[in-house]
């Protein structure tokens, strides 16, 4: 594993889930959370997002899938934060659209350390063979809390794909995990630190800092006060 890898174990009455991430990784993952759609899920966001996820959770599924969606999203979550660590050289902000037929998607991401969810999708469909749909919110929300950053996912555009939205709403946020939250170092920014405010920590850089706030001010955002 890389320098930027977590193991998070996460045992509650009624899950025992643990996960394994390397955010330098090539996309393989190894999956067993007893849901099938979704494993295929959490295979999409390695597969897109070039991380290496080993996943393994037992829950309570004789009852339903909640718990064991919901804890994973929490562990998932841990292990992002984890991993991350002080995020130096980490973009804050990312988006990223994804089109699957007539459906589009658009999830933004900031990792502004503070948690907080917007999930406006309109699902057609209560469930995909047996995966309940509401638990897609419920995913995104113990991820979000755990890995302290925000997210807001929109359905921009529905049409007969929509009751699918777990796959086509999670490929977004594989695309995030790669350039905006897990993997992607900014050449540009280097060893800066993504400050809550907006500004550049440097430590020993001064030339490359003064690089970045000239590029953001080509781009129209106000430099640091």
């Not at 394994?20 to 067993?32: E, F, K, N, P, V």
């Not at 562990?75 to 459906?103: C, F, I, T």
């Not at 755990?146 to 086509?168: I, Q, Y």
């Amino acid at each position: 594993p890389s320098m930027r890898s977590a193991e998070v174990q996460r045992n509650t009455l009624e899950t025992q889930i643990r996960v394994i991430l390397d955010l330098d990784g090539s996309g393989t993952s190894r999956l067993a959370t007893g849901v099938g759609f979704f494993d295929h899920m959490l295979d999409q966001i390695a597969r897109h997002g070039m991380i290496d996820l080993d996943i393994e959770a037992k829950g309570d599924l004789h009852i339903d899938a909640h718990h064991t969606v919901e804890d994973v999203g929490i562990a998932l979550g841990q292990a992002l934060a984890k991993a991350m660590g002080d995020k130096k050289g980490l973009r804050r902000y990312g988006h990223a659209y994804v089109p699957l037929d007539e459906a589009l998607a658009r999830v933004v991401v900031d990792l502004s350390g503070r948690p907080g969810l917007v999930f406006e999708v309109p699902f057609v469909r209560g469930t995909i063979g047996e995966f309940d749909v509401d638990l897609v919110r419920e995913f995104f929300q113990g991820l979000v809390n755990h890995a302290a950053m925000t997210v807001h996912v929109d359905a921009l555009r529905g049409g007969p794909h929509l009751g699918r939205a777990t796959k086509w709403v999670g490929a977004p946020l594989n695309d995030l995990n790669r350039y905006a939250v897990c993997c992607r170092r900014d050449e540009l920014i280097g060893s800066a630190r993504p400050r809550l405010a907006g500004r550049m920590e440097r430590e020993g850089d001064t030339q490359n800092a003064i690089r970045v706030d000239l590029l953001r001010r080509a781009a129209g955002h106000p430099g640091p006060s």
